[in-house]
């Protein structure tokens, strides 16, 4: 999904890369054909696709046959298994699906024809990967790092409950919170705040109210990152694991703080009555 900021804002700039036998390839076109792939393969929609066919969760990874292109399975890096949702991964999801239809509906004469059905597979990707965020996230909004995480199990009923960054059975990802809060709201703004996107942007407000305090905001002058309990590579072992704890907490990493900022910057420009800011039109003036 990041990626798409960067090939979607290269085409608005008129440039095209060169293929195979010098041929010219539209990066518009390549991002949508990724996406609505991604949306097929990567997400699941209660539909009877498998026996974990749950509707909204996110495979991390999506496993292909080189020899024929055909897909074959899901898989994971940085989650706990391929057949669990590894919750930075579904925040990737939902704000992407939002931030492409937030394009394709500003931008929609520049989308080829054969594509124009790119839309409503985007909506039906941004509302069951939001919608399986609000069931399966605590009472705060803000998610441990991968709702099949074996811990949990140890934990009761953790989900009517806030988040515990300091528990002692599995951590806490802010940086999925920080993400999937811009989701929510985007996909709610999109909507209609008043109408059927109510409730996504409700609770996306309980997100950034959670992440923007307390224990999530860094207080310490001295910490080198604005927003603390996020999980980098929790398979790996990479997250620092304090003296005397069973899990990490209190560190932070990009995704997070580059997502808190945006996340405030986006709520700002709304408080004020200002235009939204969006990939799409980075030159705008943020002041």
């Given at each position: 999904?990041?990626s798409?900021?960067?090939?979607?804002?290269?085409?608005?700039?008129?440039?095209?890369l060169?293929?195979?036998?010098?041929?010219?390839?539209?990066?518009?076109?390549?991002?949508?054909?990724?996406?609505n792939?991604?949306?097929?393969?990567?997400i699941?929609?209660g539909?009877?696709?498998?026996?974990?066919?749950?509707?909204g969760?996110?495979?991390?990874?999506?496993?292909?046959?080189?020899?024929?292109?055909?897909?074959?399975?899901?898989?994971?890096?940085?989650?706990?298994?391929?057949?669990?949702?590894?919750?930075?991964?579904?925040?990737?999801?939902?704000?992407?699906?939002?931030?492409?239809l937030?394009?394709?509906?500003a931008?929609n004469?520049?989308v080829?024809?054969?594509?124009k059905?790119s839309?409503?597979?985007?909506?039906?990707?941004?509302?069951?990967?939001?919608?399986f965020?609000?069931?399966?996230?605590?009472?705060?909004?803000i998610?441990?790092?991968?709702?099949?995480?074996?811990g949990?199990?140890?934990?009761?009923?953790?989900?009517s409950?806030?988040?515990?960054?300091?528990?002692?059975?599995?951590?806490?990802?802010?940086?999925?919170?920080?993400?999937g809060?811009?989701?929510?709201l985007?996909?709610?703004?999109l909507?209609?705040?008043?109408?059927e996107?109510?409730?996504?942007?409700?609770?996306?407000?309980?997100?950034?109210?959670?992440?923007?305090?307390?224990?999530y905001?860094s207080?310490?002058?001295?910490?080198?990152?604005?927003?603390?309990?996020?999980?980098?590579?929790?398979?790996?072992?990479?997250?620092?694991?304090q003296?005397?704890?069973?899990?990490?907490?209190?560190?932070?990493?990009?995704?997070?703080?580059?997502?808190?900022?945006?996340?405030?910057?986006?709520?700002?420009?709304?408080i004020?009555?200002?235009?939204?800011?969006?990939?799409?039109?980075?030159?705008?003036?943020?002041?």
């Amino acid at each position: 999904m990041r990626s798409l900021r960067i090939m979607v804002a290269s085409h608005e700039l008129g440039h095209e890369l060169k293929g195979e036998n010098d041929r010219s390839i539209s990066l518009l076109e390549r991002t949508l054909i990724h996406a609505n792939t991604t949306a097929r393969v990567g997400i699941w929609y209660g539909e009877g696709r498998d026996s974990y066919d749950i509707r909204g969760r996110t495979a991390h990874e999506s496993i292909f046959n080189l020899n024929d292109g055909l897909y074959r399975c899901p898989g994971t890096q940085q989650g706990y298994s391929g057949f669990s949702t590894w919750t930075r991964g579904l925040a990737w999801a939902m704000l992407g699906y939002a931030e492409q239809l937030e394009y394709l509906r500003a931008r929609n004469p520049e989308v080829p024809s054969e594509l124009k059905g790119s839309y409503k597979t985007f909506l039906k990707a941004a509302k069951a990967t939001c919608d399986f965020y609000l069931k399966y996230m605590p009472q705060d909004g803000i998610p441990y790092w991968d709702t099949g995480a074996p811990g949990l199990a140890k934990m009761g009923d953790y989900l009517s409950k806030p988040a515990d960054p300091y528990n002692q059975f599995e951590p806490v990802d802010s940086s999925a919170a920080c993400i999937g809060a811009q989701g929510l709201l985007r996909l709610g703004s999109l909507l209609g705040r008043d109408d059927e996107g109510k409730d996504y942007w409700q609770a996306g407000l309980t997100v950034a109210q959670s992440l923007l305090k307390s224990p999530y905001l860094s207080e310490d002058p001295a910490h080198e990152g604005l927003i603390l309990h996020a999980i980098y590579h929790q398979p790996n072992g990479w997250d620092y694991v304090q003296p005397g704890a069973s899990i990490a907490y209190g560190e932070s990493c990009m995704w997070g703080d580059y997502h808190a900022r945006e996340l405030a910057i986006y709520l700002s420009r709304q408080i004020d009555g200002k235009t939204d800011h969006h990939f799409y039109n980075g030159m705008l003036n943020l002041a």
